[in-house]
């Protein structure tokens, strides 16, 4: 699994990897390079309940600083600007 964000759109190029719940993810916009409409929305469906896991987490953890310091790279399949 491989999603991309298009390069040449200025509002997904500069996305990078989001630190907190409010940040842009991407997901919505994210590509798979190469595969069918079936699998990039395959792959969208994983990378969001990545992007769940990792929003419960951070609620849970900011009561007592242990929130992730950014979504993780495992399970998101975007890669993002600055990675």
């Given at each position: 699994m491989a999603?991309?964000?298009s390069s040449s759109n200025p509002n997904q190029s500069g996305t990078t990897r989001p630190a907190t719940p409010r940040d842009c993810n991407g997901i919505a916009h994210a590509t798979r390079s190469g595969?069918?409409?079936a699998q990039t929305k395959a792959d969208?469906?994983?990378t969001?309940?990545?992007w769940a896991h990792f929003v419960q987490d951070w609620k849970l953890g900011t009561?007592?600083?242990s929130a992730?310091?950014?979504f993780p790279e495992s399970g998101s399949g975007i890669t993002y600007s600055g990675d």
């Open positions: 999603l991309t964000l595969g069918t409409g969208r469906v994983i969001k309940l990545a009561s007592d600083s992730p310091s950014e």
